[in-house]
Every structure is written in structure tokens, then in C-alpha cells.
């Protein structure tokens, strides 16, 4: 798999995300969502880089990274509609889809949350000797959490084969993390721990390939994990309901990012090289728009699972 396919599944990923916008927008979808417009070089990138049996734990931004890792757009579409042909038939939502079949464990709501729940999966690798590799991702927010200090110290610890990845998008909802962060550089903190600490451009789907195979190929042969962090930019609000990104973000900071979308950068890419003439990039455009339009269809055509069913597959133990 090369740029080509690389940017193929980048055009995928913005494509699907604009629909879930549009369709918030029309109130055609329940609760929350968060868009990883401008951050599909981090997915692609990242998970290309994997075997089909790695494990992927992903975040409340998180339908990129299940596309990448072999997500279905129709089931993925249905199951943020909340309609029964959905991967949790419509009532896990946007935060909360796991399809361990493709190796996509799941998305999570706490910030943090799924980082001492990915180093438990790479422990029982490692314990198992299945031999797989487990990425996790995670915002600039989490890497303040307490959440990824122990569980970076207990994975370096035990060499467990395990990827820490944090999209530094620079912002933490509405906070900068020039203001909430201690270090100019995450990546540095990886020292504290006795593990690899790289920082990427994460507009760069080459770049951050190139750099996570060789944490993986690390992970893999023993050696432990690595904190990744990329620096990258959402181009939209922190979710749908933060539209005024000029309140708390500079304009020109935004403008400066948005010459870096990571899918212009490829796309540029593709034809210094010759790799494919415009006409063969807008074809890639209108095909993958098809694709996510029939999709979109198939996931409104679905319907909302009988609400006598919400408590199927729910259990609690009776205490004694």
C-alpha cells in the first residue's frame, strides 16, 4: 500500500465526516459527535502501519481510526444514526463502537479513559504470546491525565508491545495546550519513562507511516512501547456544538493550518511524483462521494432498533 491508497482512504475519512456534520446539522442524528476533519493523515498514517491482527483503541474522535482499520461507512453511519444496522445496532453511537473482528477495539467518552485499557490488551499479548501490537490514541488533553503516566511507566516497565500515539491538535476542547501543559514538546515525556519519545508531522500520511512502522517493528520484536505525538490540527469545532473556533483559536493560526490539510499535501504529492493527473484524483473524489452517499442512504433506510431492547446484552452481578 503506497500514497495512492493512502490518500484514497484520507478522501474517505473527510468524506464520512462530512456527512455525520451535515446530518447533525439536519437533527437526523442523536447526541454528540467529534470530527477528525483534518487529522486523517494521523488515522491513515498510524494504521497503515499495522498487521490485520494488531489492535487499534481509539477515542470519543474516533471514526477515522475505524475506517482506517477496516470499519464498514454504512454500519459506521448507522450506528452514529443510533439505527439497528449499526456495528452496536444503534446504541453505542459515536463514542462507544467496537468491532474487534478488524482489530478496532473500540472508541471511548473519557478522556484517557481507553489508554490503562489499551496497555492491558498489549499485557495480554504479551502474556498470551499472540504476537500482536497494540496502538492507542489519545489527545494533547490526556497526556495530562494520570491515566497516561502510569500506564506509559508500567508498559516501559514490563516492555509491553504497545504504541502510545497523541494527536497534538493543540487544543484540549477550548484550551490551548500552551496553557496546560508543562512541556513545550510532548514526546519528551517519554524519557521520564525510559521509552522512545518522536515527534511527526501529522499532516504528513508518509511522515507518520514511516515513523510508526518503527515503533510497531520495536513493539513487536520486545523492545516496548514508543510516544508518538503528531502534531496535527482539527479544522473544524471541538464537536458539533462548537461551531465560533475563532473565539478561542487565532484566524490566522486556523488559515496557516488549512494550507497544510494533510489531504492537499498528498494530493500535491501524488502529482509532482506523476503518480496519478488531476483527472485521476477527481475521479478518486467523486468516487468515494458515491461510496459515502450510498452509504449515508443505507444508514437512514435502517431503522431505530425497538426501544424494548435497550437492555439486551446488559448485565450486573447480584450481590450476596
Same mark, same amino acid.
Given at each position: 500500500m503506497g500514497l495512492l491508497d493512502w490518500h484514497r482512504k484520507m478522501v474517505l475519512i473527510r468524506k464520512f465526516e462530512e456527512s455525520v456534520g451535515a446530518l447533525f446539522t439536519r437533527g437526523l442524528a442523536p447526541g454528540t459527535s467529534h470530527l477528525s476533519i483534518g487529522q486523517e493523515a494521523c488515522a491513515v498514517g498510524a494504521v497503515s502501519a499495522l498487521d490485520s491482527e494488531d489492535q487499534v483503541f481509539s477515542t470519543h474522535r474516533g471514526h477515522g481510526h475505524?475506517?482506517? #482499520? +477496516? +470499519?464498514? %461507512? $454504512?454500519?459506521m453511519m448507522a450506528e452514529i444514526l443510533g439505527r439497528s444496522a449499526g456495528y452496536q @445496532?444503534?446504541? +453505542?453511537?459515536?463514542?462507544?463502537?467496537?468491532?474487534p473482528p478488524v482489530g478496532f477495539i473500540g472508541t471511548n467518552g473519557i478522556t484517557g479513559g481507553n489508554i490503562p485499557v489499551a496497555t492491558g490488551a498489549a499485557l495480554a499479548s504479551k502474556t /498470551?504470546?499472540? +504476537?500482536?501490537v497494540v496502538i492507542c490514541f489519545f489527545g494533547d488533553g490526556a497526556s495530562n491525565q494520570g491515566t497516561f503516566? *502510569?500506564? /506509559?511507566? $508500567? !508498559?516501559?516497565?514490563? #516492555?509491553? %508491545?504497545?504504541?502510545?500515539f497523541v494527536e497534538n491538535n493543540l487544543y484540549a476542547q477550548w484550551t490551548s495546550v500552551a496553557r496546560s501543559t508543562s512541556v513545550e514538546s510532548i514526546a519528551t515525556r517519554g524519557a521520564a519513562y525510559g521509552a522512545p519519545g518522536v515527534t511527526v508531522d501529522g499532516m504528513d500520511v508518509e511522515a507518520v507511516q514511516e515513523v510508526t512502522a518503527q515503533a510497531v517493528n520495536q513493539a513487536r520484536s520486545g523492545s516496548g512501547p514508543t510516544l508518538i505525538e503528531a502534531e496535527t490540527y482539527r479544522l473544524t469545532g471541538h464537536s458539533k456544538s462548537d461551531v465560533k473556533t475563532d473565539l478561542y483559536r487565532p484566524i490566522e493560526e486556523e488559515k496557516a493550518w488549512r494550507r497544510r490539510?494533510?489531504? @492537499? /499535501?498528498?494530493?500535491? @504529492?501524488?502529482l509532482a511524483a506523476g503518480l496519478a493527473d488531476e483527472v485521476e484524483l477527481d475521479q478518486v473524489d467523486? *468516487?468515494?462521494?458515491?461510496?459515502?452517499?450510498? !452509504?449515508?442512504?443505507?444508514?437512514?433506510?435502517?431503522?431505530?432498533?425497538?426501544?424494548?431492547? =435497550? /437492555?439486551?446484552?446488559?448485565? =450486573?452481578?447480584r450481590g450476596t
Open positions: 475505524f475506517l482506517a #482499520k +477496516g +470499519g464498514d %461507512p $454504512m454500519r @445496532r444503534g446504541f +453505542g453511537g459515536s463514542q462507544h463502537t467496537s468491532y /498470551l504470546g499472540a +504476537g500482536h503516566h *502510569e500506564s /506509559l511507566n $508500567m !508498559a516501559s516497565l514490563w #516492555k509491553l %508491545p504497545i504504541v502510545f490539510d494533510p489531504i @492537499r /499535501l498528498s494530493r500535491d @504529492r501524488i467523486d *468516487e468515494v462521494q458515491a461510496a459515502i452517499d450510498e !452509504a449515508t442512504r443505507q444508514a437512514l433506510d435502517s431503522p431505530v432498533d425497538d426501544p424494548s431492547s =435497550a /437492555l439486551t446484552g446488559v448485565y =450486573a452481578a
